[in-house]
C-alpha cells in the first residue's frame, strides 16, 4: 500500500499538469496562408484592395450563362440555337431566345445572383468605409471618395435591375437584422432611389478622363448611367424624360474628354485601353482580369486553328441572319461578325469540320454562313455567323485582354439624338449627331430621322453591347415576332415577357419576394 | 518544435512513473506446455493469464510458456481461438502444462479502442477478423481484405484502378463534408492511412461499427473505427516466411460499340473514306496487366524480447495501358520486457514509398466514343501538329492512345510510422503506458502534356506540373488502466487517458504551359514561358490543427454473466469556433449471457446486448470559424492592376462537432455444439449538427457563405451474420460457410433549407443545367430524378408523360414533369464465405450479392443514339438501343438501370504440401486465386457497383472534383473499367 499511496502522489499532480498546463490544453488556431479581421485592412494599400473586390464582381459580365447573356441571346441580334447534341442545355436558351422565361431557369437566376451580389459587395464595403472612417482607421478623404464611388457603381446595379426584373427589393444598408428579408419594391420605387441615388453622388466623383478614372466609376460614368435611365424613363415608370437624358448625354459631350474615333474596331481590338470613345469598359486582362471568354463563347471548335487559340471554343453564340443582312457590305460594322470559309492561321491551310453534317450545303469546310436552319434540335453545326465585334489576338487564352464595353461615346451621341428626336421631330442636331455615326462607318447620311431608321442605326452601331433588349422594348419591336421570315422563331411575346421572372430559388429563401405578373 | 515543447512538459510525468519501476516485489517464475488434448501437437500463440493481473504470456511454436507470476495470484487462464478455455489454479509447482480441447470460439482476443476483451466480454458490435478470415488474390490495399465479410461495412471501388482508393461505408453515411471514411487506427495509433501497411503485415482487423464501442475515440469516429493489429514476432524460434504470387488482371467487361462498317452503315462520319481503316480503340488502350509481389519475413527473440521484420514489394499494371503502381514496403517491430518484466516496451516502423503511374482513366470514354474509321497515327502532313496521331477538331473528343503514349501522370508517396509504446506494471493490477508516434507523408505529384497532345497540352504548347503535398502528425497518449477483482471471474476495471495529436500540412503546386521542346518533360519548369508571361499557376498552403482529448472507461464482468460498460471521452479541436472547442462523447452498453441464467437445449451460447455511444466528426479544413479574407482577381487601379481582397467566408464562433448518437440492440448466439453461430444487430443513428458551407444572406454577412451545424439525417439499419462450422464435417472434407445480411436507410431529415435543389449536372456536351439527383428536407438519400418516357414517335422524337397532369410538359424543371426514376442505395446486401477442406486441398469463396439500386448509365444518357445531325462519335451498343429513336440524347428513366448483381468477388484453391521432417521448410503451400471470376446482372454498365458517391460531370479535358457523397447511383463515364484477376502464389515457411 505504500507503493500504491507513492504512485498516487506522483499521479495526482501529473493529472493536475496535463489539465491545466496552458500547452497540454490549449486549442488556439493559428492560420498561416488566409487572412483574417485581425490581419487584414492594416494599410491604405490594403484598403484599396477592398474597394477592389466591387469592381471585379463585374468580371462575370464577359462570359457565359448569366445577365449578358440572357440581355443577348433575348434580342434578335445573338443566340444560342441548340445543334443536335450540343447546347441543350434543359433548354434555357431556346426559353430566353423565345421569351418563355421560367423563374426556374439557370440563367435567370444566375443573372439575379451576379446583379444583387454587386448590390451586396457595394453595400458591404459602403458600411466597412464608413465604420472604419468613423473609427479614425481610415484615411477620412479617401474613404469618402470611395464611399461615392460605391454609390455609383451600386446605382448601375440597380439600374440594370431596374431594366430586367424591374419589381425588385432596395437594400442599402449593411448591419441589417438576422433573418432580414427584403420586400419588393415596384419599378416606380426602384426607378426613384436610381434618379435620387445618382443625383446625390455622381457630383462626388472625380471628372477626370484618364488612366486614374479607368474602369471604375467617374462623374462622366455617372452621366452616362443617368443618360440610359432617362433614355428608357418612359418604359420604367410611363413618364418619358427625354430633355433629361438629352441634358446628361450633353454634358458628357461638352467635357470635350471623348471623342468618336475613326475605326469603328479602335475600341474593340486587344488594346482598346486608348480609344477616346470608351466610356466604361471592364479593364480584363489575360493574366490580371480574366474573364472574357467570347472567343470560346461563340467560335467553331474548329476555330481553334484560325486564331491558334490555347482551348477549344464551345460553338454557341452567333447571330441572326436578318440582323446580318442589315448591314450594308460596304458598312464597316459588317466585320462585326465572323463569316465565310475559314482558314487556319496561316491564311492558307482551310479548316475541316470532322463533324459536318450530311446535309449542310457547304461540305466539310469550316464556312460561317448567314443562314440558321432551325433554332432547335438540330441547327447545323456550322450554321450563323458569329460574333467578332472584339479582336480575338492569335494565341488567346480562354481569357481575352480586350476591355468589354459597357458605356461608349457614340452611343451617348445616338440616345441625345434620339431623346432630341422625341422633343421635336425635325432637330436638326439629332440628325447631325447620327450622321456622325453614319460617316464613321462609312455611311451614307441619313436626309431625315425615322423610328425605323434609328432602331436600325443603333441596331448596326450597338451590335453585343448589352443593349439590344432594351432599345426594342423602348421602340415597341421586342414582343413582335423576329422578323417574320422563315427563321424567325421567335413567334411574339406578351409584355408581361419585358421583365424577367424572379427566381424560383430567391422566392424559396425570401417569401417577401413577389413573382412579377406573366410568371 | 512545437509537439516537442508540449512532450517534454506533458511527459515529466511518465519519467516520474517509470522511476518506480525500481521498486521490485517478490514472485515466481511459471513454465509449461499447451498442447492438443487430441493430437499431442504444441499450440502455438495460446494465451497464458495469471488471473486478477494484467500479467500473461503467449506460447512460442512448440506450446511452450514462460510467465512470471506475482505474489498472491492463484489461478492461470489458458486460452486458444477454437479451443475450449481453462483455468488451472496454482500449487507450489512451477510447471504447468495443460492439454486443451477444441470447443468453443468464444474466446477469441477481440481487439477494442484502447485495450482488448474476450469476445464473450463484448457488449456492443464489434466484428474481428484474422489474418485466416482474410481475402485472398491481388490485395494491394487493406480495405480488400475484409470486401464482404463484415456485414454494415460497404466496401466498394468501381472498376479496377490499381491506384484508386476504395470507398468504405460503415453503416451508410454519417456525414457530408466531414470525414465519410472510418477512423483508421493501426497498433493503436489513430487516424493512420490505410495504404500505410502492406496487406502482408496484418495480423487481424477489428471493426468497431456501433457509437457505443467508437465513442472512446470520438472524434473522427463518426463513420466507424478500423483497427489494425500487425503481425509480432514469437520468442522462441526464429521463423522466416515467404509470400509471393504473380496475377494477371484482364478487362472483364467492356461496351459494345459499332464497328466500322456498321458505323457508316448506321449513317457514321466515316473519317478515312480512302481506305477502310477499322480501329477497336479499346483493344489499343488496354492489356494484360501482370502484377508480382513478394513478401519476405522474420521474426523471433531471445530471452525477453521479441522482433518481426518484413519486406514487401509490389509491381502492379492494371488492364489500362500506363497504369500501375510499384511499392516498397518495409516493417519492423519489437517487444522488449525490462525491469524484471515490469515494463514492456513496443515499437513499430513502417515504411512506406509508392510509385505510382495514374494514368489518365478519361483514355476509357473516349476509347468507347471514339470514330472507329479513324486511324491511330498517320503520316499525313495534317496530324503533323498532333505528332502523327490521328486527332479532330472535335469537341470532347480525342484520341485515346495519343492521351496514353505522349502524357503522364506520375506520382511518389513516401509514408512513415513510427512508435513507441511503453507500459509499465505499477502493481499487478495497476498499470500505466505512454505511447508515441509520428507518421510522415510527402506526396510528389508529376503531370506532363506533350505539345502535341490535343488532351491538355496542344492549347498551351506543352504543360508541366509538379506538385508537393507533406504531412506530419505527432500523437502523445497517456493512459492507466486499474483492475480490481470482485471475486471469481467478476472484475472491474478502469481506463483513463489522456491524449494530444496535432497535424500538420504544407504543400505547393506549380503549372507551367508552353516550352521549347518535349525533351525537358516538367523537369525545368524555369523553361516555360507561361512563367514569364504570367499565365502559370503556382499555390501553395501551410495550416496545422490539434486535438486534445481525455477519456475514461469503466468495465465491469459479474461472472462471466453480466458485462456493462460506460465511458466518456472529452475532447477538444482547434478546427471549432472559440465557443464550442470541446465535446463531449459518453456511451454506455450492456450484455448478458443467457446461457449462464438458464439451461435451453440446444444453446450453447446466447448473449443480449445493447448499447449507446455518442460519437463526433470535425470539418477536414482548418480555419472555418473565422472571417476569412481571400484574394481576388486583380483590378484596374491608377493605370496599374492591384490585388483585391474579398471576405470568402463569414466568422462562426458557435462551429462545433459534429454528433452521431447511435443506439445499436445485439443478439450473439452459437446453437448445437458451437455447429452453428452468428450475431444480429439492429441500429438507428440519428447525426445532428453536420457541418456545411452553407449560403447566408448578404447582407447582413460579409461572405455568401458560413460554415454551420445545420443538417441532419437519421438512419436505421439491420444486419445479420450466420456461420455453420462444419455443416459437413468428414474425414478428410469439411465446409463451412458463412452468410452475411445487412440492409439500411438514410433520410436527410433537414437540409438546413427549405427549398428542394437539384443535384448532380449531367454536364457537356448539351445537358448542363440537366441533373440526375435531388435533396429537400425529409428526403430518402440517393434518389434519381428525372423526366418519364411516354412514347417514342414515328418521326423518331420523345413524348415525356405529362406528370404534374398540366396539360403541357416541362421535362426540365424539377417540380413540373420530373419525378423520382431511381434510387441508388441497394435494398440490401447479402454475402456467402466459404471455406472447404478436403485432405491436402483447401477451397475458399465468396459470393457477394448488392441488391436493389439503380444505376444511372452515363454512358447511355450521351452515347445511346449517334448524334442526330452528324454522327462523329461512336455509340453503346445496349439492349435497350432504339433504332427508331434519333432525338438528342437526354438523361430520362430510360437511363436508369436496376444494378442488383452477384457476384463471385474471390476463389481461392490452395495445396499444403506433406513436409517430411529433414526438410527445410515448415509449410509450403500452392494456391490459386480469383477476383471478379463471374457477376450476374441485367446491368448494361461495366459494373453494377453501388455508386455511393461522385465525383461529377467532367468534360474536354478537365478535372473531377472531390466526390460529394449526397449524389449516390450515378455511373460516369470517368470510372475505370472492370478487371477479371487469376493470380497464382505460395506461401512458404522456414
Not at chain 1, 428608357?232 to 458628357?252: F, P
Request: some cysteine; aromatic content about 12%; hydrophobic content about 35%.
Amino acid at each position: 500500500m505504500k507503493k500504491l499511496a507513492l504512485s498516487v502522489k506522483l499521479l495526482l499532480p501529473a493529472l493536475f499538469v496535463l489539465t491545466f498546463n496552458n500547452s497540454c490544453t490549449n486549442l488556439d488556431e493559428k492560420l498561416y496562408d488566409t487572412l483574417t479581421e485581425d490581419t487584414f485592412l492594416q494599410t491604405e494599400e490594403e484598403f484599396i484592395s477592398a474597394l477592389g473586390a466591387a469592381y471585379t464582381s463585374l468580371y462575370a459580365l464577359g462570359n457565359h450563362g448569366a445577365y449578358w447573356s440572357v440581355q443577348e441571346v433575348s434580342s434578335d441580334e445573338v443566340m444560342i440555337p441548340q445543334r443536335g447534341g450540343d447546347w441543350g442545355d434543359g433548354g434555357q436558351w431556346i426559353n430566353a431566345h423565345r421569351h418563355e422565361f421560367k423563374a426556374a431557369d439557370p440563367n435567370i437566376n444566375n443573372s439575379w445572383n451576379f446583379l444583387f451580389g454587386g448590390v451586396n459587395t457595394c453595400n458591404r464595403l459602403i458600411f466597412q468605409f464608413q465604420t472604419l472612417k468613423d473609427a479614425g482607421k481610415a484615411d477620412a478623404v479617401l474613404a469618402d471618395k470611395f464611399i461615392a464611388e460605391l454609390r455609383v457603381l451600386r446605382g448601375l446595379y440597380y439600374y440594370w435591375l431596374l431594366d430586367t426584373f424591374g419589381n425588385v427589393p432596395l437594400v442599402t444598408d449593411f448591419d441589417v437584422p438576422d433573418g432580414f428579408l427584403p420586400a419588393t419594391k415596384t419599378r416606380q420605387e426602384v426607378y426613384d432611389f436610381v434618379e435620387s441615388e445618382l443625383n446625390a453622388a455622381v457630383p462626388l466623383l472625380d471628372k477626370a478622363v484618364n488612366g486614374t478614372t479607368y474602369g471604375r466609376m467617374s462623374y462622366y460614368v455617372g452621366k452616362a448611367i443617368q443618360a440610359k435611365l432617362y433614355l428608357n424613363a418612359e418604359v420604367y415608370t410611363g413618364t418619358a424624360q427625354w430633355q433629361k437624358c438629352a441634358d446628361a448625354c450633353n454634358e458628357i459631350i461638352n467635357s470635350g474628354s471623348y471623342q468618336v474615333e475613326a475605326d469603328y474596331y479602335a475600341s474593340f481590338i486587344t488594346n482598346n485601353q486608348t480609344s477616346k470613345e470608351i466610356i466604361l469598359a471592364v479593364p480584363y486582362d489575360q493574366v490580371f482580369a480574366q474573364g472574357f471568354n467570347l472567343a470560346q463563347m461563340t467560335l467553331h471548335y474548329g476555330s481553334q486553328a484560325t486564331f491558334d487559340l490555347q482551348e477549344q471554343p464551345w460553338n454557341g453564340y452567333c447571330s441572326l441572319q436578318e440582323f446580318y443582312e442589315m448591314h450594308d457590305a460596304n458598312d464597316d460594322r459588317i466585320n462585326n461578325f465572323v463569316e465565310g470559309p475559314q482558314f487556319a492561321s496561316d491564311g492558307v491551310t482551310p479548316v475541316i469540320d470532322a463533324s459536318v453534317e450530311p446535309n449542310d450545303p457547304d461540305g466539310p469546310q469550316l464556312n460561317f454562313t448567314p443562314q440558321i436552319n432551325e433554332h432547335f434540335p438540330n441547327a447545323l453545326r456550322q450554321a450563323g455567323v458569329r460574333i467578332g465585334k472584339y479582336e480575338f489576338k492569335k494565341g488567346a487564352t480562354a481569357n481575352l485582354s480586350n476591355d468589354f464595353v459597357i458605356f461608349r461615346y457614340s452611343d451617348v451621341l445616338m440616345s441625345r439624338a434620339e431623346a432630341l428626336w422625341h422633343l421635336d421631330n425635325a432637330s436638326q442636331e439629332a440628325l447631325d449627331l447620327v450622321n456622325v455615326v453614319r460617316v464613321r462607318a462609312r455611311q451614307p447620311q441619313f436626309g431625315a430621322l425615322t423610328p425605323d431608321l434609328l432602331i436600325q442605326e443603333r441596331g448596326r452601331e450597338m451590335f453585343y453591347e448589352g443593349v439590344r433588349r432594351q432599345d426594342l422594348i423602348r421602340f415597341g419591336k421586342y414582343g413582335q415576332q423576329f422578323y417574320g421570315n422563315a427563321t424567325g422563331w421567335m413567334p411574339g411575346s406578351a409584355d408581361t415577357k419585358q421583365l424577367w421572372p424572379i427566381p424560383t430559388a430567391q422566392i424559396n429563401i425570401n417569401p417577401n419576394l413577389v413573382q412579377n405578373p406573366g410568371y | 518544435m512545437k509537439f516537442l515543447h508540449t512532450l517534454s512538459k506533458c511527459g515529466f510525468l511518465v519519467a516520474a512513473l517509470l522511476l518506480m519501476g525500481n521498486v521490485a516485489w517478490s514472485q515466481r517464475t511459471v513454465k509449461g506446455k499447451a498442447t492438443d488434448a487430441d493430437s499431442g501437437e504444441g499450440l502455438i500463440g495460446a494465451t497464458v493469464a495469471v488471473v486478477g493481473t494484467t500479467r500473461g504470456a503467449v506460447t512460442d511454436i512448440d506450446g511452450n510458456y514462460s510467465v512470471d507470476v506475482p505474489e498472491g495470484a492463484t489461478q492461470l487462464r489458458f486460452s486458444y481461438t477454437g479451443y475450449t478455455e481453462q483455468v488451472i489454479d496454482l500449487g507450489a509447482s512451477n510447471v504447468v502444462n495443460v492439454a486443451m480441447k477444441p470447443g468453443t470460439v468464444l474466446d477469441e482476443v477481440v481487439v477494442i479502442g484502447y485495450g482488448t476483451l474476450k469476445s464473450r466480454e463484448v457488449t456492443s458490435s464489434i466484428v474481428s477478423l484474422k489474418s485466416e478470415d482474410f481475402n485472398k488474390g491481388n490485395v494491394t490495399n487493406p480495405a480488400q481484405l475484409i470486401q464482404g465479410k463484415i456485414a454494415g461495412v460497404s466496401i466498394s471501388r468501381p472498376g479496377s484502378d490499381p491506384n484508386g482508393d476504395f470507398t468504405i461505408r460503415l453503416r451508410g453515411l454519417s456525414s457530408i463534408q466531414s470525414g465519410t471514411s472510418p477512423l483508421v487506427v493501426v497498433d493503436g495509433v489513430p487516424g493512420v492511412s490505410l495504404n500505410l501497411v502492406d496487406p502482408n503485415d496484418i495480423a487481424s482487423i477489428d471493426v468497431l461499427k456501433d457509437g457505443s464501442s467508437a465513442a472512446i475515440y470520438g472524434t473522427r469516429a463518426s463513420s466507424g473505427v478500423i483497427l489494425i493489429t500487425t503481425k509480432k514476432g514469437v520468442a522462441g524460434t526464429t521463423r522466416a516466411e515467404y509470400n509471393g504470387f504473380v496475377a494477371f488482371d484482364q478487362v472483364a467487361k467492356r461496351y459494345n460499340v459499332l464497328s466500322a462498317d456498321d458505323f457508316i452503315a448506321a449513317g457514321g462520319t466515316d473519317l478515312s473514306p480512302n481506305d477502310n481503316t477499322s480501329t477497336d480503340w479499346f483493344n489499343e488502350i488496354t492489356q494484360t496487366g501482370v502484377s508480382n509481389v513478394h513478401n519476405l519475413s522474420l521474426s523471433g527473440g531471445v530471452g525477453k524480447g521479441s522482433f518481426r521484420a518484413s519486406f514487401n514489394y509490389r509491381d502492379n499494371s492494371g488492364i489500362l495501358r500506363t497504369t500501375g503502381l510499384k511499392q516498397y514496403n518495409g516493417s519492423l517491430s519489437f517487444t522488449q520486457k525490462v525491469l524484471n518484466d515490469r515494463l514492456r516496451i513496443d515499437g513499430n516502423l513502417f515504411l512506406t514509398s509508392r510509385e505510382s503511374e495514374y494514368g489518365f482513366l478519361e483514355a476509357f470514354r473516349y476509347a468507347i466514343v471514339n470514330n472507329p474509321t479513324a486511324g491511330v497515327k498517320s503520316t499525313d502532313a495534317e496530324y503533323t501538329r498532333f505528332g502523327g496521331y490521328v486527332e479532330k477538331d472535335l469537341f470532347d473528343y480525342f484520341n485515346p492512345v495519343a492521351m496514353i503514349e505522349q502524357n503522364y501522370n506520375r506520382g511518389n508517396i513516401n509514408r512513415m510510422l513510427g512508435n513507441v509504446r511503453a507500459t509499465l506494471d505499477l502493481t499487478s493490477n495497476w498499470n500505466v503506458s505512454m505511447n508515441l508516434s509520428q507518421e510522415r507523408s510527402a506526396n510528389n505529384g508529376s503531370e506532363f502534356y506533350s505539345k502535341q497532345s490535343k488532351f491538355r497540352g496542344f492549347g498551351r504548347n506543352g504543360v508541366g506540373i509538379r506538385s508537393v503535398d507533406n504531412s506530419t502528425t505527432n500523437l502523445l497518449e497517456l493512459q492507466t488502466e486499474y483492475k480490481l477483482n470482485l471475486g471469481g471471474n467478476s472484475d472491474l476495471r478502469f481506463l483513463g487517458g489522456y491524449a494530444y495529436q496535432d497535424f500538420q500540412y504544407n504543400g505547393f503546386r506549380a503549372d507551367a504551359g508552353n516550352i521549347l521542346t518535349n525533351v525537358l518533360e516538367n523537369n525545368n519548369l524555369r523553361a516555360f514561358q507561361e512563367l514569364p508571361r504570367g499565365l502559370a499557376t503556382v499555390t501553395s498552403y501551410r495550416n496545422e490543427n490539434k486535438l486534445i482529448a481525455y477519456f475514461g472507461r469503466a468495465l465491469l464482468n459479474t461472472d462471466d454473466t453480466y458485462f456493462g460498460q460506460v465511458g466518456l471521452r472529452r475532447e477538444g479541436s482547434t478546427r471549432f469556433g472559440a465557443n464550442n472547442r470541446w465535446g463531449l462523447f459518453p456511451w454506455v452498453s450492456a450484455g448478458v449471457n443467457i446461457e449462464k441464467l438458464t439451461d435451453i437445449p440446444g444453446v450453447d451460447q446466447l448473449k443480449f446486448r445493447v448499447g449507446y455511444g455518442v460519437t463526433g466528426n470535425q470539418p477536414n479544413q482548418n480555419g472555418l470559424s473565422v472571417l476569412q479574407f481571400a484574394p481576388g482577381a486583380s483590378f484596374y487601379y491608377n493605370g496599374n492592376y492591384v490585388p483585391s481582397y474579398g471576405p470568402s467566408q463569414n466568422a462562426n464562433p458557435d462551429l462545433k462537432w459534429e454528433q452521431k448518437g447511435e443506439f445499436d440492440a445485439g443478439i450473439d448466439f452459437n446453437l448445437m455444439d458451437y455447429k452453428i453461430g452468428g450475431s444480429i444487430d439492429f441500429y438507428n443513428r440519428k447525426t445532428n449538427d453536420l457541418i456545411l458551407n452553407f449560403p447566408v444572406p448578404v447582407p447582413p454577412n460579409l461572405a455568401a457563405t458560413t460554415w454551420q451545424n445545420i443538417a441532419s439525417f437519421e438512419s436505421t439499419g439491420l444486419e445479420a451474420v450466420v456461420n455453420f462450422n462444419n455443416l459437413v464435417n468428414n474425414d478428410n472434407f469439411q465446409w463451412t460457410p458463412g452468410l452475411l445480411f445487412s440492409t439500411y436507410k438514410v433520410k436527410l431529415t433537414d437540409l438546413g433549407r427549405a427549398d428542394t435543389i437539384a443535384s448532380a449536372n449531367v454536364g457537356a456536351p448539351g445537358q448542363n443545367d440537366v441533373y440526375y439527383t435531388i435533396l429537400y428536407n425529409g428526403a430518402p438519400l440517393g434518389q434519381l430524378w428525372g423526366p418519364k418516357r411516354e412514347s417514342v414517335n414515328a418521326d423518331g422524337t420523345i413524348t415525356y408523360q405529362d406528370l404534374d397532369g398540366n396539360g403541357t410538359v416541362d421535362i426540365n424543371t424539377f417540380n413540373a414533369d420530373q419525378t423520382k426514376i431511381g434510387s441508388g442505395i441497394p435494398a440490401f446486401e447479402l454475402s456467402m464465405v466459404n471455406s472447404f477442406t478436403m485432405g491436402n486441398w483447401d477451397l475458399n469463396f465468396l459470393l457477394r450479392g448488392v441488391f436493389g439500386h439503380d444505376l444511372a448509365n452515363e454512358y447511355r444518357v450521351f452515347y445511346e443514339n449517334l448524334d442526330p445531325t452528324a454522327a462523329t462519335w461512336n455509340k453503346v451498343d445496349t439492349k435497350y438501343y432504339d433504332p427508331t429513336l434519333t432525338a438528342s440524347n437526354r438523361f430520362d428513366d430510360a437511363h436508369v438501370e436496376k444494378a442488383t448483381f452477384l457476384r463471385l468477388d474471390n476463389a481461392t484453391l490452395g495445396y499444403n504440401f506433406n513436409l517430411g521432417s529433414g526438410t527445410w521448410f515448415n509449410k509450403a503451400r500452392l494456391y490459386v486465386s480469383g477476383q471478379n471470376l463471374f457477376t450476374i446482372t441485367g446491368y448494361t454498365g461495366v459494373d453494377p457497383e453501388a455508386r455511393l458517391e461522385d465525383p461529377g460531370s467532367v468534360d474536354n479535358g478537365g478535372r473531377t472534383a472531390t466526390p460529394n457523397p449526397l449524389n449516390i447511383g450515378i455511373d460516369r463515364r470517368s470510372t475505370y473499367f472492370l478487371a477479371r484477376t487469376i493470380s497464382v502464389g505460395v506461401n512458404l515457411g522456414f
